[in-house]
C-alpha cells in the first residue's frame, strides 16, 4: 500500500471565518480523522501554524543562514496536512475530497517516493 501526502492549502487574501464556522470546521475535521482512522488508512496529520511563524533555513552555502518568513513569497500557504495509506492514487484521491469538504479548504495529493 503506498502513502499519499493530503496538503490543505490556504490563499493569503482568504478571510478568517467567523469564531463558529471555524468551530464548524474542527468538528468535520474531527469526524473525517475517525474516519480515515477507522478505515485503517491513518499515518499521520497535523495542522500547522500560520505562515508568520515561518522560519527558513538555508545550508547550500558555506554558512546556514536562517530567514524569518517563508520559503517563498505566494498566493497560497500549507495550512495542514494528512498522510494516508491507499491502494491508490484513485483512494487518495477520494480521501482527499472527503478532507477538502471537512476542512474548507483545497487539499493537494502527493504520494512518497518509493524506497
Known amino acids: ?19 463558529e464556522e471555524i468551530q464548524q470546521m474542527f468538528a468535520a ?14 499515518v499521520f496529520a497535523g495542522g500547522l501554524e500560520g505562515v508568520e511563524s515561518a522560519t527558513t533555513v538555508d545550508a547550500t552555502g558555506s554558512e546556514p ?5 517563508p520559503f517563498a513569497e505566494s498566493k497560497e500557504y500549507l495550512g495542514g496536512f494528512w498522510v494516508i495509506e491507499a491502494a491508490d492514487l484513485d483512494e487518495a484521491l477520494t480521501w482527499a475530497s472527503a478532507g477538502s469538504a ?3 479548504g483545497k487539499v493537494e495529493v502527493r504520494p512518497f517516493q518509493s524506497e
Open 102 to 104: 471537512a476542512c474548507g
Open 65 to 69: 543562514v536562517v530567514t524569518d518568513g
Open 1 to 19: 500500500m503506498a502513502q499519499f501526502l493530503l496538503s490543505v492549502h490556504h490563499g493569503v487574501d482568504d478571510p478568517m471565518p467567523p469564531e
Open 29 to 42: 475535521v474531527g469526524a473525517f480523522n475517525d474516519k480515515v482512522r477507522d478505515a485503517g488508512k491513518w
